[in-house]
């Protein structure tokens, strides 16, 4: 019984990841309470964009109100922890309810963003770009 697949009648978790952040998502049924890291959402996404974003597939398949979440999250910036929180909702949702799916996919909430940074190379200053040129 791995991490992404373990599911009971009452609770579903999974996995989500964008760029270098990963999140572990736990959703129960309860009265809409979404705690990130042992904080509340308001708390650790100050932003109404991130918490658009996180809530997201929650408001898509309209149960806002029903179901309690739990997170934790680890890596990355703050974008990206709000990009895998949203993906990892989606994908708890999905196992809870297989009927949910053709909703969030739609949606493109049931694909990984897999964009990371590219690595540097040998020889030049960034990943791609090349030393400036002098004539002297």
């Given amino acids: 019984m791995t ?3 373990k599911k009971t009648n009452d609770m579903s978790r999974a996995v989500g990841r ?9 959703i129960t049924l309860g009265k809409g309470k ?11 996404f100050s932003t109404k964009i991130l918490q658009d974003l996180v ?3 929650l408001k898509i398949v309209g149960k806002e109100k029903d179901l309690d979440i739990s997170v934790k999250v680890l890596g990355g910036g703050i974008k990206g922890q709000a990009g895998a929180v949203a993906h990892g909702i989606a994908r708890a949702l999905v196992n809870w309810n297989e009927e949910l799916k053709p909703l969030l996919k739609a949606e493109g909430l049931m694909t990984r963003d897999s964009r990371t940074k ?3 190379k040998p020889g030049l ?4 770009r090349a030393h400036q040129w002098r004539k002297r």
């Fill in 55 to 57: 809530l997201n597939p």
């Fill in 118 to 120: 590219e690595r540097k």
């Fill in 125 to 128: 200053h960034k990943a791609r």
């Fill in 3 to 5: 991490l992404k697949t």
């Fill in 18 to 26: 964008r760029k270098s952040a990963s999140a572990r998502v736990q």
């Fill in 34 to 44: 979404v705690t990130i890291n042992s904080k509340d959402l308001k708390d650790y």
